[in-house]
Structure formats: structure tokens, C-alpha cells
């Protein structure tokens, strides 16, 4: 029971709260509830219901201000002023105050004489200068009057308490005092305009306010800034606006996506069904009594024309001799080449590398030099194609482009390229030519692939190498010559250590002791004497062990010495639980 009383105690309070901040005429519109304080000046109100324009220019010419109006929107304003001024002819004024435009006639005597509040409404078409039309006044809250009202109607004066509608048809010069009602005691009315009032006074500027719905400039709706309990909702306007374009934009983007995934779905079941097809014929023209007729309707269409590439590239893989060439020669014929070709020499990456691989798999040698210029491409994976569709196609020098590339010669084109002379058995050139190449990443190829097949006629060529200005390089050819056990790069080694960097130092000493050599041993030594790195240290015993009884012998006269790093650095080299 407590918990219902709760509930409806603040509903309750809800209700009035809501209430206390709700508009007063909620059929009004652009009217709004002003709660700015205005200037004291005294207000006579409570008007009869009709009120002819000889009367309102009676008023006119009485010392009134006469305020007519007050509108949240200057275009409505404006109209009410030009039916005023059709009407009577009287000069109005609109004067802009507390965010209203107020119409008012004698404005120029606001602050200085009473002020009349007539909120007028038109009702029906009304011509000017006719002196029996009725300006219709809607009789003013009750408690808005609180005093007698003293006119001159027909030379008779007459007082009334009542507040409902009368014809006035002269007011007096002056008004009697009780008459006048402070300011303070209207600032809770509503100043709006009627439905009638909005139809016929505004209807050219609400021409123009469709005109200029789509643009942001003179008139458009969207411009238009509206005071709610004193906060402006333009910004409510903004993400209207931006909800309805997001939400119309994924309204098209779902149905884009939607359209593309199912014509994909019919590409991929039409091009899975044409590869089986083609297939069979493709197998029925090389080992059948099929010839290229049927294959002819097939070119015929880009479509099907490019599927039939595909399968002719796919079956080729494993073709050799006599099948292979049959099957070129079909390429020629239905002019399948000429594709390729024009997608070889095409400006898209993509498309380029597509025509390398068929113009590969097909044997033709026609694009060769399209992919001599892709050779130093910005694009690493075009290069890669390049190379590997001219070591296919290339009979006498298949890896004659390594002296024409400049750009960096990658590992994993490297090692690509070593697995397709040993997956074709292709016949593997003399690599010592590329080892005075000006690109250094080529001359490391080169040395790599002269271990690898063990070139052994390279030695004479390693030793230019191994003073390569290129630390890269120059560490690689130790490595190299360590390796292949070519001993007379010893003595350039040995020249070359003081002038190189840590790492070919380190290799320098590995080196030696991959090809043991007692000239070296007083080498070895002064490294270990000379040098504070530990690991140089270690490599230059273990090169020393390598030479054997020679070399085991100087290490233990080294043990003996009172020097106690020697004896930690060999007596772990020579552990033999450690290696």
C-alpha cells in the first residue's frame, strides 16, 4: 500500500511539473512563452470581440501604442503587417524584442503612452478601405481584466464590467486610469498567431521556404532557429538530418552488397560449370578425335572466351612435348593471345601479372619486353611475376635479367627463383659473372647460388669480393669462402680484419676455423690476446682447436699462463660436455 502511494505521489508531481512547462496553445505556430521581463510600461487590454478598421484607426489616432501582435517568426510578422496596412493604411512597426518580432502602431510613443494589446485574427477576405468589415479580437483571459472599460459608442458613453464581444467604433482621447493594468500582470499570457492568420499573411514567404528546402541559403527551413524554454534545437535539426542520410545510406549500401554477393554466386556456379565443360573438350582435342570447332563458339564471347584461357593454362601445367605444342597452337588459332598480350602491356598491376603467367605457362615469347621493363618496377610482386615468366621463357640465358635489374633484389625473390631451377630442372648458369654486379642484392644472389651448387671455379673471383665496399656483401663472401673451404682467401681475411666492423670480424675468425690452416695460428693468437670481446675470443680458440695437435698443444701452453681469462675462455672451448 505504502509503495502504490509512492507511485502516485510522483506521478503526480510529474503531471504538474510537466503542466507548468507545457506551451499554453499548442495550436499555434510559431508562437512561444516569453519569460523575459519587459520594460513597465502600462498596458490597457480586454478588447471587445470585433473591432472594424474605422476603429482601430480611431485607436491610430489616440495617444496608444498599439501592439497587434507577437510572433516567433519575422516572415509572419510581416504579414500581419501588410494586412494591417491593406486594411487601414495605418504606418506599422515591427521592433524585434525578448526574441519576438512585435507589430505595433505609434511605436514611436513605446514607453512614453499606455500600450493596447490587440491580438487580431482574420477571418475570410477582407478589401481595403471598407469601412463595415469586422477585425475579429478573441476575448482575453478573465483574468487579464480587472477594472471597468469606458467607451464612446454612437455619442453615448457606456461602461461595462463584461468582457465578451462588443463593436467599438470610437475610443476616447483619453482613458480612465483603472483602465490601465501593470505589465507584471500579463507576463504569463500567450502572444500567438491563428491558423487563419498563418494561411493567408505568410503564404508567399512559405513559397519561398519550399523553394529553398534543398539549399542552405535565404529562406530554407533548415536555417531556421527555434527558442524551446530558452534552448535552441538546430542542433536536433543537424542529426535529424544526418540519422535519415545514415540511415538511407545503409538502406543502399545492404542492397548493393546484397545484389553483388548474389551475382558472384551465379558467376562462381556458371564458372565452375564452364571449367568442366572446357575440360572435356580441351582433353578430346589432344588425345580424341575432337578438333577446334567447337571451341570457336566459345571465343566468341569475353566471358567464356576468359574461362577458357583458365583451363587451357591449368591443363598446359602438366603437358609436355608433342601435347604442349598441340595445345599452343590451339592458343594461336583462336587468338587467345592476343589477350594475353594486351593485358601484359595493360597500366594495372594485376592485370599485367595475369598476362605474364599465361604468355609463361603458354611458351609465348612475344610480351618478353613488356616484362624487361616490369624488371624494375616500385611494385615488388610485378617483379617477382617478371622474373619468374623470363626464366620460363628465356631457352639459352634464363637468369640473363640479374645484370639488368637495379632495384633491390629481395630474399624471398631469391629463394622463389632457386626453387624454379630445381622444380624444372632448368640448367643453372655461372654465377661468378654476376659477382661484379653494381646492385649489391644481385652479387648476394649470386654468392648464395655459388654455395649452393658449389662453384668452385668462383674462388679467384671471391677474393675481389671479399673487399666489396658494401659490409653486406663483403660478410657474405667470408661466409661463402668459410664454407667452400677456399683457402687462398686466408691471407686477403687476414689483411682485411683491422678494417672491418664487428660482425665481419666475427666472421672472419669463424671463417678460418671452418678451414683450419697453422699460418694462421699466430693470427688466432693475437686475436685472443688483443681483443676484449668474449666472443671473439671464444671463435679464435676454437679455430686453434680445429688445427689439431698443433693447434691443442698451443692451447694448453695458453692455460697455463697466470692470465685467468685465457685459462676460463679454453678450459670451456675444450669441455667436450659443452660441444
Known amino acids: 500500500m505504502r509503495r502504490t502511494t509512492t507511485i502516485m505521489l510522483a506521478i503526480a508531481v510529474s503531471a504538474v511539473t510537466l503542466q507548468a512547462f507545457s506551451p499554453a496553445d499548442e495550436s499555434t505556430t510559431d508562437s512561444v512563452r516569453s519569460h523575459e521581463p519587459e520594460s513597465a510600461v502600462p498596458v490597457l487590454s480586454s478588447f471587445p470581440a470585433e473591432l472594424t478598421p474605422g476603429g482601430l484607426i480611431s485607436l491610430a489616432n489616440g495617444n496608444y501604442v498599439i501592439q497587434m501582435g507577437a510572433f516567433g517568426r519575422l516572415v509572419n510578422a510581416e504579414g500581419l503587417k501588410k494586412k494591417i496596412v491593406e486594411l487601414s493604411g495605418l ?52 483574468s487579464t481584466v480587472a477594472a471597468d472599460v469606458s467607451v464612446t459608442a454612437g455619442g453615448e458613453t457606456v461602461t461595462s464590467k463584461d468582457t465578451t464581444a462588443q463593436t467599438i467604433t470610437e475610443i476616447p482621447q483619453s482613458v480612465p486610469a483603472t483602465a490601465i493594468i501593470p505589465v507584471s500582470e500579463l507576463q504569463g499570457a500567450a502572444q500567438a498567431d491563428s491558423d487563419a492568420e498563418a494561411d493567408t499573411a505568410v503564404a508567399q514567404p512559405a513559397e519561398r521556404s519550399i523553394r529553398n528546402l534543398w539549399f542552405l541559403t535565404g529562406d530554407s527551413p533548415w536555417l531556421r532557429n527555434y527558442n524551446y524554454f530558452g534552448k535552441s534545437v538546430a542542433l536536433v535539426n543537424a542529426l535529424i538530418i544526418t540519422i535519415i542520410a545514415s540511415f538511407a545510406t545503409m538502406l543502399i549500401l545492404l542492397l548493393v552488397i546484397l545484389l553483388n554477393r548474389r551475382r558472384m554466386e551465379k558467376e562462381a556456379k556458371l564458372r565452375q560449370y564452364l571449367l568442366e565443360q572446357y575440360q572435356s573438350l580441351i582433353i578430346d582435342y589432344l588425345f580424341g578425335s575432337s578438333g577446334p570447332e567447337p571451341f570457336r563458339k566459345i571465343a566468341s564471347d569475353n566471358y567464356r572466351r576468359q574461362v577458357l584461357i583458365d583451363q587451357m593454362i591449368d591443363v598446359s601445367v602438366n603437358l609436355k612435348g608433342d601435347s604442349r605444342e598441340k595445345l599452343t597452337k590451339l592458343y594461336n588459332d583462336l587468338e587467345l593471345v592476343n589477350d594475353s598480350l594486351a593485358r601484359a602491356r595493360s597500366r ?32 615488388e610482386i610485378l617483379r617477382m611475376e617478371a622474373q619468374i615468366a623470363l626464366v620460363r621463357l628465356s631457352e639459352n640465358d634464363p637468369f640473363g635479367f640479374l645484370s639488368q635489374m637495379k632495384r633491390p633484389f629481395s630474399l624471398w625473390e631469391q629463394i622463389t627463383l632457386h626453387d624454379l631451377i630445381l622444380q624444372h630442372e632448368l640448367p643453372v648458369p655461372d654465377f661468378q659473372r654476376w659477382l661484379s654486379s653494381e646492385n649489391p642484392t644481385v652479387v648476394m644472389f649470386a654468392l648464395r647460388m655459388i654455395r649452393e651448387f658449389r662453384q668452385m671455379e668462383a674462388e679467384a673471383e671471391m677474393r675481389k669480393v671479399l673487399l666489396h665496399r658494401d659490409s653486406r656483401v663483403s660478410r657474405m663472401a667470408v661466409e661463402v669462402a668459410g ?3 677456399m683457402k687462398s682467401t686466408l691471407e686477403t681475411m687476414k689483411r682485411m680484419y683491422k678494417f672491418q666492423e664487428y660482425n665481419n670480424c666475427l666472421e672472419i675468425v669463424k671463417s678460418m676455423g671452418k678451414m683450419p690452416e697453422t699460418a694462421m695460428l699466430g693470427f688466432l693468437k693475437l686475436v685472443l690476446d688483443k681483443e676484449d670481446d668474449v666472443q671473439l675470443q671464444i671463435e679464435a680458440v676454437k679455430a686453434i682447436e680445429n688445427m689439431g695437435e698443433v693447434g691443442v698443444q698451443a692451447l694448453v701452453k695458453v692455460m697455463k699462463s697466470e692470465y685467468k681469462n685465457y685459462n676460463i675462455i679454453v678450459r670451456h672451448v675444450l669441455d667436450r660436455r659443452i660441444y
Open 91 to 142: 504606418p506599422v512597426d515591427i521592433i524585434e524584442e525578448s526574441g519576438l518580432f512585435k507589430v505595433f502602431i505609434n511605436g514611436s510613443l513605446r514607453g512614453q503612452a499606455p500600450c493596447l494589446y490587440i491580438p487580431v485574427n482574420f477571418s475570410g477576405n477582407q478589401g481595403i478601405g471598407t469601412a463595415d468589415k469586422k477585425v475579429t479580437v478573441p476575448a482575453v483571459e478573465e
Open 348 to 379: 594495372r598491376w594485376h592485370k599485367r601479372i595475369k598476362g605474364f603467367r599465361e604468355l609463361a605457362f603458354m611458351g609465348i615469347r612475344e610480351g618478353n619486353d613488356e616484362m624487361y621493363k616490369s624488371l624494375n618496377s616500385r611494385n
Open 483 to 485: 664454407d667452400l673451404g
